[in-house]
């Protein structure tokens, strides 16, 4: 109860800060989305009665802009590119050791500690370091499964002593 409580608390404080203006609705989502790196669903349709919007318009634009989530998300996002230039450099095999690495199965993407998530992009403008991936921000170019494996380990480590 106390937790839902402050996840408003938040909310309000983000609505507050934009002035409850409706034409702020995107940067409004972004400062949601980046305090639960996601959109909760109940918190869409808080800001729909918050804003005096309609629900449907708040959901129309949290799924009109592909870099919004519905969907809970890890803590750490792996982008593994599968354009042209990476594909032809096997960033399928990478994608594999990945979810080998963090158990996950074929239709998962967030595993189930929500310390990572595993995402496919197009391109990243890095073919020549072909197969790239995104650990967070940072580019790890010319990976092999096992470098992408040793990455991954490294993050846990760094989550262990934190
Ligand atoms: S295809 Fe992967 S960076 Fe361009």
Do not use: W
């Amino acid at each position: 109860m106390e937790a839902s409580y402050s996840k408003f608390n938040r909310v309000c404080q983000i609505l507050e800060e934009n002035n409850y203006d409706k034409s702020k609705l995107i940067p409004i989502l972004q400062a949601v989305q980046n305090e639960y790196r996601y959109l909760p669903e109940e918190i869409l349709v808080f800001l729909a009665s918050s804003l005096n919007i309609s629900p449907a318009r708040v959901y129309g634009v949290a799924t009109f802009f592909a870099h919004f989530t519905l969907k809970p998300k890890g803590k750490h996002i792996i982008k593994v590119c599968d354009g042209t230039a990476c594909h032809v450099k096997k960033s399928t095999g990478l994608i594999d050791a990945i979810k080998q690495k963090l158990g996950l199965k074929e239709n998962e993407h967030t595993t189930k500690d929500m310390l990572f998530t595993l995402e496919t992009v197009s391109c990243l403008g890095a073919c020549g370091l072909a197969p790239v991936l995104l650990m967070d921000e940072n580019v790890h170019g010319q990976m092999t499964p096992d470098k992408i494996v040793k990455v991954i380990d490294e993050v846990i480590k760094n989550e262990e002593k934190s």
